[in-house]
């Protein structure tokens, strides 16, 4: 069956450190990835997706995401966090018409 | 261009009663789904429509029902409202069927069952 992991749940990072969210996936076949943001009571919002080539890839935001296929990984990144940057990030995976969303990782930024 | 839009935002519903949910998609987007998300099961898969047609399904009860219309917009009824139901719903549209196809996500309608 079709999976996505992210691990962690819950994330705390100072403003301007570095932050990388982990996402697995488990599939058949490479799917093509995704990775949303959703602030508080909002809808979620494209960060990013990877569908083939360069397995990095810049999304908004600042954010870049690099698919291992090795590793069934696409981790998703950003060099300086910002206070803006606190909300839950979901990572899909999808090789067919919907996509699969993992249980998602809250970024809680410190000043 | 505008984006998925989501009607009503929030709205507060008795036991008992029904709901429906409206949802615009992107102009030109013809596959509509539906998500329901709350704090202790995340996001689940409701339904999606392509042309008029509910192509896939979640695993939720039959009190979970949804339509697409011609023009590609959407609603989603929820008849016999349980405390439960208590969610953020969110519908998301695409393009079209291929795979790998993107989902662009409405701002959610907040519905609490009291």
């Known amino acids: 069956a079709q999976s996505v992991t992210q691990p962690d749940i819950h994330i705390t990072v100072s403003e301007g450190a570095s932050l990388e969210l982990r996402c697995n996936y488990s599939?058949?076949?490479?799917?093509?990835l995704f990775w949303y943001v959703q602030s508080p009571g909002q809808g979620l919002q494209l960060l990013l997706k990877y569908f083939s080539g360069d397995t990095l890839v810049q999304g908004i935001k600042g954010f870049e995401a690099e698919f291992k296929r090795s590793q069934s990984s696409f981790n998703l990144r950003k060099p300086s966090v910002h206070w803006s940057d606190a909300a839950e990030y979901f990572c899909a995976a999808g090789g067919s018409y919907i996509p699969t969303f993992g249980r998602g990782t809250s970024l809680i930024v410190h000043p | 261009k505008a984006g998925v839009t989501q009607t009503p935002r929030y709205l507060i519903k008795t036991r008992g009663q029904q709901v429906t949910l409206s949802c615009s998609p992107i102009s030109g987007h013809r596959s509509v789904s539906w998500y329901q998300q709350t704090p202790g099961q995340g996001l689940q898969f409701l339904f999606e429509y392509f042309s008029e047609t509910q192509r896939n399904k979640g695993n939720f009860p039959g009190r979970f029902s949804g339509r697409q219309f011609s023009n590609s917009r959407s609603e989603m009824n929820v008849s016999t409202l349980e405390l439960g139901d208590s969610a953020l719903y969110l519908c998301?549209?695409?393009?079209?069927?291929?795979?790998?196809?993107?989902?662009?996500f409405g701002e959610g309608s907040w519905l609490t069952v009291v």
């Open positions: 599939y058949g076949a490479t799917p093509y």
């Open positions: 998301a549209s695409s393009r079209n069927s291929d795979s790998g196809n993107t989902i662009y």
